[in-house]
């Protein structure tokens, strides 16, 4: 006789067969709980969870590798790298003894791969190599830094990264080549996201700790202040929308989401979210905006033209990270 156990466990194993077998009319929408130590696997179409993967302590962020193959979920202290399938969502590797990977970049050039230590106060430059069918990361340098090193960002012709210290109120460069830091400078309290626009000019940093973002010249030699935009209390995390021309940041505590125009450097609409929105998707149409809603537990999908919250998704515990491959340019 088959009790209820037998049969529940049999119905997962099946759910699970079923969904690597799915054949997906978009790629799948991949969120990462970072306090389940899991990512949530999501339909793009009925925006229902399909399965819940797990993956290593602290998931935080994603990236995707030079060859298109892989999603890279960085398992902050389960100092592992995932690697996830794009299509399917079904993992595919892991990636062991990376040390603290809280957030990660590849250069433009694809030749270099960074990871900030958010907990251990340093940041890793790799040289990204290829080992037989794949590639691995090679260690060129390991920089201390100030505290907590959050977000980074790398200018477009792979010369220099830049990463936020988000407990020091700093912002720090080094040059890629060379793996030396090249300065760094004060700014406003706790800054966390950084977005470098197209020309490499200037750089954006969203104060947790504030109520805005800092612009700063970085065009010639240390960062220079150039103006703050009032957005919410809690600028956290920052999404081009792929025009060339605006940009998301998410307001933390504030639980609004501000559009910024690059071009004037002013706030031109404001979107409510569910509590603590994080990091944010824009898919491929332009029309829809992804945020991850870390105190709320959820994904929330927002239609741009209509401005609302059109669906939220329940995941895992403090959902941060969010992704797919049908994704808007990120310039």
């Known amino acids: 006789m088959f009790n209820s156990r037998w049969i529940l466990r049999a119905g997962l194993v099946l759910a699970s067969l079923l969904s690597s077998a799915l054949t997906w009319a978009a790629p799948p929408i991949l969120v990462l709980n970072s306090l389940s130590a899991s990512v949530s696997i999501i339909d793009p179409v009925t925006y229902t969870e399909i399965k819940r993967v797990p993956v290593g302590k602290e998931p935080h962020h994603i990236y995707m590798t030079p060859d298109g193959k892989s999603a890279l979920v960085a398992n902050a202290?389960?100092?592992?790298?995932?690697?996830?399938?794009?299509k399917t969502g079904d993992i595919q590797r892991t990636l062991a003894d990376m040390v603290d990977p809280y957030h990660l970049r590849f250069s433009p050039d694809m030749k270099w791969f960074v990871t900030a230590a958010n907990r251990l106060n340093h940041v890793d430059i790799y040289k990204w190599q290829a080992k037989g069918s794949g590639f691995e990361p090679v260690l060129a340098k390991r920089i201390p830094t100030g505290k907590t090193p959050?977000?980074?960002?790398?200018?477009?012709?792979?010369?220099?990264?830049?990463?936020?210290?988000?407990?020091?109120?700093?912002?720090?460069?080094?040059?890629?080549?060379?793996?030396?830091?090249?300065w760094v400078v004060p700014v406003g309290k706790t800054p966390a996201d950084i977005f470098l626009t197209s020309d490499d000019k200037n750089i954006l940093v969203a104060l947790t700790g504030g109520t805005g973002v800092q612009v700063y010249d970085v065009s010639n030699g240390p960062a220079k202040l150039v103006k703050t935009i009032q957005t919410g209390d809690g600028a956290h995390a920052f999404?081009?929308?792929?025009?060339?021309?605006?940009?998301?940041?998410?307001?933390?505590?504030?639980?609004?989401?501000?559009?910024?125009?690059?071009q004037t450097m002013t706030?031109?609409?404001?979107?409510?979210?569910?509590?603590?929105?994080?990091?944010m998707e824009v898919l491929a149409d332009g029309?829809?905006?992804?945020?991850?809603?870390?105190?709320?537990?959820?994904?929330?999908?927002?239609?741009?033209?209509?401005?609302v919250v059109v669906k939220t998704v329940a995941v895992?515990?403090?959902?941060?990270?969010?992704?797919?491959?049908?994704?808007?340019s990120r310039s």
């Open 239 to 262: 999404r081009s929308q792929g025009d060339k021309r605006h940009l998301f940041v998410s307001n933390r505590s504030a639980n609004t989401i501000s559009r910024i125009d690059l």
């Open 77 to 86: 202290t389960g100092n592992t790298i995932t690697f996830i399938d794009p």
């Open 316 to 328: 895992g515990k403090s959902p941060h990270g969010v992704w797919t491959l049908n994704y808007a």
């Open 287 to 307: 029309k829809t905006l992804l945020v991850t809603a870390r105190w709320a537990g959820k994904l929330a999908v927002i239609d741009l033209e209509k401005k």
């Open 150 to 182: 959050s977000h980074l960002a790398i200018n477009t012709t792979s010369t220099v990264v830049y990463a936020s210290l988000q407990d020091s109120d700093e912002l720090m460069a080094v040059d890629l080549a060379t793996q030396k830091p090249l």
């Open 267 to 279: 706030v031109v609409d404001t979107y409510k979210t569910p509590a603590g929105p994080d990091c």
